[in-house]
């Protein structure tokens, strides 16, 4: 998963790319990185590290320029590595540019294998630089027409921001996979911005104004926007934005992701009831799910879970090894509270049904008489190849188990997922489809084959 | 505000105190120490910053020693400098001693004033250093009276941890402002600890055993426990540690903290009743309390604000000019939610109405038609001088304005408070006095004159 | 001016070549770097400072392999920058390459347009990484094959060493320019070394073989040495690497650096005699030649000018603003020696005449009667295309003046230079020319037109 | 080894400040400091490393005030520890103090001892800190007085500097075992500067006024000098800053280092002379002892040993492990100009003797016929107690081998010293003795018993 911001137009392009991802910082917490754009020049500032840490206010002061890019980045294709920072920059013929990517690409390996044949040397690990690689070798003479060349050329989820020549495009695959919001600052109105979530936009004071639609190149030069558009395909908005991802205060596809994780959490108790003293959600994901679910039981709603929040998110943790001494470190029950109670625990998913083992351990052990685990979504069976970092089918624990064997290697006295059904009326999927929900039933958009595969890594920086 | 930890007879005391000290981040975020003790031979590591960052894996294996203390430090007396990060340690005729402090200390100034005129350099600004210079003068033959003897001298708040000789002592003021509990490890029964909160023995699966009792000198060698008691002194625990500064899944004086803020939330409803649509905490201190008052009136309770947890606290950042930024980082109301609602804001205290004030401001801005601000402790009219970083009375809000006034400030609705009586039956004080309520009465039960000052800065470090 | 150091077929590769980068530091103070190669993976550390600063223990333990490559490097094209960093790598379709290199490509900017036009991506501004794009797009089925490709192609000065596949490459331009000598480890004799100057086998116990021939491209794979050629050039070596760079203790072209300088100076005696009371050099660069100098004037020999060694060389500064400080910094008079004496000053080179005017000033506030300058070298009048970073024609001295109205500038009683013919006998030059004095006569080897330019800066990283 | 430096009414006392410490940095390499003093306040810059590292651009800038003293240190009492990083500063009654000590107390333990009995804690392990709990608890009413107080009961060597109350105050111990001259700045005549060593007042244009005398204790307050004297004693100026440690660029005693090092290596050539083709010294100690002896002896003087200056000075490095590869390191004998030659090697002094058994070993390994070591001052046979950091006498291998062993053991053809009476008649000693020459003969002019010894380490910081 990673945020991506632009803003041009605004003589505090950088300081306000830097409280942007501020605001988007959930949605990736291993690198940070900012380019402006001055003239022919581009400012670039790229760390390892969290937004906060990344940037000091002397490097914020030196990235000047009035059009700025940013981006948030937890590692999914090209590894954990500092070469692989966003925003990517590159110098070609016509200058320097810089490009960063919330996505992922499923025929970036086939294209590199393609490019690296005829010549090319790639400095990143990243399937993003093949956008870069592929506008090099294009002839047209626009900085426009070049990156829609590009696009036509690849395949897979991509929400992109660039800079060059001092303008801000922006691109959408062509069924709009991630989420890519248009605004312009409430102050300054031709100052526009784009941004993964509208959370963004409440910070430093935007307004949404409309999404970038799927397939839509969008250049913004000055004060003017020129749309062009891909070929078109299918809407598959990810619905694991509105279940897990986004953060509740955004609004996606101009819907409230709040409402509808409540609208999630009270289906799951019209499909899954269970008699039970209180409804407890695993924090933070699981809350506002479980607010829907214990409205619509009527059984009260508790914080039985309290989280320590000087520790980052469990599922965003690079290596396992770290994930499961996370949970003690993060999660700690109320004591008293659960004893000798019948306990409805919900979550938004479940994935190798380690961490939720352990979650419903700690609560037995703090005195529940039951537990009782709800999640909000349909069992994660298979991989995303789009943009979020889900491990091998072999390790979701939803691949091979059905819901009552999960209960009994979570130790649960019962697990109930939301159905598929459930899901599509919460978030008021009509009879047109609209959403991509390959990690619940497989049924992958954009077909591969071979599957995407990690290239060995053959250069290591110390 | 502070935190302290220690243990005893472990192999690993600097591990488990570390995350301990982990448990206890809440409690302070501006430095991080531990000291373990080897025979004669103190190891130390203290540091500016967050407990994550403070240590290194190398750090924590050099701190060899089955004795450890620790502290996280929110500085109140002595200023935010590097040479008051805590434990603080000495050597003095009898060897290297350590000491870690959570309070304040009323007559350290005058203390400080007359063992300078007998020739006593300081080497820390802080009051805690007053213990050491005192014991450094006492010609007492063992660790424990030493500490007792210094103790005898000094007033106001303390819940200390220090180590010498191999031997871990704990100690805690007549008062008993501060809390201070003592456990054992699960798996290793003559392992003591003792920490600032329970949810520190959770994290490291310890058992609580008691609370340290007030004016208890207790010195842990090997597995022998020995008391020593100071003169005794009214029991005065500090009713502000249940209403803001514990954690909820803590239990204080073998009260659960999360249990009391419910009951908080639900007298605030019973005495300050209003029509409304929904009840919504500022997260996260107002939680608790705001689902005890939804609960108790019936109204909807929602997360209407939510809460940004890559930046820190508000309460305990030092500079204002921060703060006020920090509100805009720090919470987003959830868009749709709370447009055209009536809507009751539950928080922990209002200490000088800017913050308040820009919140309110927030909720009206997503369209919210009235605006209920509902506190659940009594008004803050006084400064803590036992170590909480209140503002001078000047700068409390509540000390020159009324509810009515506050509210119009703040541009609420309406404003009200819990009642000094509904606090005392929320946390079942009986006929008999329990708490330290001077923030809120102005009645101190130490009292001094002339007030505490605060020491000219004569030497600063870069 | 930069240093390359390479060593194959040794279990302490890492290890040998950080030792070999300490004995070439002189060569260059901006940057440091190691690459080393195990089966298909390089390993790199690479980072701005000294090699005692870039290198930390840990670091160099991880550079597994039994091949490794060194540069240090003060840059000459391509800017100071962090991305310049050599050894230079590339990832391209054959795998994984590094490349360092000393010396200076002229036809760079005109490859790389060309290279751009087709579509390539430079991930440095480097000239060296021309070559490197140059491979990628050759079709040579050998790593060998490909090198020579590529170098067939550029023009310029180059020492260069390569690793990839788990071999190392060395290769020198037909003019001969710089430095690189072949050596085997004296304990281990399939262990080959190879570095700019021979003062780096000293250091780590190898012995000389022979130099790398100009236009030789070596190959060592295993204890396997195969040699080819690049079409010939006459032999043109940088004869200011014997009046300046190299390190005294070095050996090249099989001659003495010491010896050639005793030489310098003695010549310079016997040219441009003048009586006086002492012979004091600048240190260190002027140290050997006023030797040479003083033993045939039979003038005493003191060292009339400590430097100190705590700050950096005066010429290799980035700096013009520091370089003027820096004399005053880094050398001091003796005081009473030089009062009211006639005074030799002898140093390697005049560049701009600022430093030199700054030194005598300083000798006549000393108190010498009479100073005299002579340079162990003719004036250097043109700027350097092939490798040493030399200002440009308008700001070198001796373009524009004469040695007596330098001696006028630089307020010396008297200034004289080593003539051509001099220099010539004293590195023992016969009828063949072999050396490149372009500086000194603007007779370039290799002519270029348009001249070299710099490439604008069009991306900043902070 | 230390180096002192302070400056009074200057208004940037702390970049001359930071100049002077730069010109005294061969005197301590392990730790800078500078403390200005601003009104009542003093400010404050201290940390392990070399003067170019310690002090960023930034810190110097906020040292504000007109006073300054600055201090490099080579550990000698206390060991190498942060906590004993000079100036140390202390805030006692009077307000804050700084101090910085080159020299050694001989009674340091001793008081130590008795002031904790008191009750005194110390805050560092350095030696220099007795003086400040003296003056803490000094009822003299005046700054001076209670430094004159406190120095009255300390016995050893030092030359200190020392600031508070906006004043500089200056002394010298009875004996004057170490440097400290008095002077001002050529430009400013009322700001008053001293140090350790001439060299500091080149770099920064001022000039000598005076020795400080020998018991002398000076205030400097505005632009008044006051002077008192301690209980007089014989002086016993340290000879061995002549032979060794000070720059020969300064003058001590009113004598130029430069000329006594030449006369030294003179006298050495007419008690100890030998046939040889060749004069070499071992630099850079070695250099002017060996141009004396060159000349006296009519051999030819050469740089046969090239430095590199990018690693530290042998003598001065803490730890013999890394001394002994660093004699590799360092020095590289000219390759050719040795072979079949006998040399003479002339350097200050042996300590331990594995150092010159190294260098001997190189010298023959260059193909010398024969190496004849020549040492410009008498055997080292006894510690030194009053601030050279010297090895025991159980190591020093003087103290139990003649020359003729020690040349054995050096595997040297022949090893002479020069002897006691040639180093007094180098240096001038006329009929009065006025030099301490401990380490040559062991007569100690201050006697202890019993011997000064170590502290044990109770407290570890991390």
């Known amino acids: ?186 102050t300054s109105p031709h100052a526009y911005v784009v941004a993964s979530e509208t959370c963004a936009f409440d910070l430093i004071e935007a307004e949404r104004i409309r999404d970038i639609e799927p397939g839509e190149v969008l250049t913004i030069d000055g004060a003017q926007l020129v749309s062009q558009h891909l070929p078109p395909a299918p809407p598959r908005f990810c619905v694991f934005e509105h279940v897990y991802f986004a953060r509740p205060d955004s609004r996606l596809n101009d819907e409230g992701v709040y409402d509808l994780r409540v609208r999630m959490g009270a289906k799951l108790a019209q499909e899954s009831p269970v008699e039970a003293d209180m409804v407890i959600p695993v924090p933070d994901s699981g809350v506002v799910a479980a607010l829907g679910y214990a409205r619509e039981s009527g059984i009260p709603f508790e914080l039985g879970l309290i989280r320590n929040h000087y520790v980052g998110r469990t599922f965003i943790e690079p290596k396992d090894s770290i994930r499961n001494f996370g949970v003690k470190l993060k999660l700690n029950p109320v004591p008293g509270l659960l004893k000798g109670k019948r306990v409805i625990v919900v979550d938004d998913s479940i994935v190798r049904g380690t961490t939720s083992r352990k979650i419903v351990k700690m609560i037995r052990d703090a005195g529940a008489r039951e537990v009782h685990v709800r999640i909000s979504s349909p069992p994660v069976k298979s991989p995303c190849f789009y943009g979020i970092d889900t491990p091998t089918r072999a390790e979701l624990i939803a691949h091979s188990h059905s819901p009552a064997e999960i209960a009994r290697y979570i130790t649960a006295d019962s697990a109930a997922y939301l159905s598929s059904k459930g899901l599509a009326e919460a978030v008021r999927e009509g009879p047109e489809r609209r959403f991509c929900d390959a990690c619940f039933t497989g049924d992958y958009p954009i077909p591969f084959d071979p599957p995407t595969h990690r290239r060995q890594l053959r250069l290591v920086e110390f």
């Open 1 to 186: 998963m990673c945020g991506v911001f632009g803003i041009a137009n605004h003589p505090e392009a950088a300081n306000l790319t830097y409280l942007g991802l501020h605001a988007l910082q959930h949605r990736g917490q291993e690198s940070a990185g900012v380019v402006t754009s001055e003239g022919g020049t581009l400012h670039a500032v790229r760390k390892m590290g969290l937004v906060a840490d990344v940037f000091s206010k002397e490097q914020l002061a030196s990235l000047r320029g009035s059009v700025g890019i940013g981006h948030v980045r937890y590692s999914t294709a090209g590894g954990s590595l500092p070469k692989n920072v966003q925003p990517l920059t590159a110098e070609y013929r016509h200058g320097a540019v810089a490009l960063a990517h919330n996505g992922n690409l499923v025929n970036a390996e086939l294209l590199r294998t393609k490019l690296e044949a005829e010549g090319a040397i790639f400095s990143s690990n990243s399937d993003t630089e093949v956008i870069l690689q592929l506008m090099a070798r294009c002839n047209e003479t626009t900085l426009a027409g070049r990156l829609a060349w590009a696009l036509e050329r690849v395949q897979g989820a991509y929400s992109l921001v660039m800079t060059s020549e001092d303008r801000l495009l922006v691109a959408r695959d062509p069924h709009g996979f991630r989420p890519l919001i248009l605004g312009r600052m409430r």
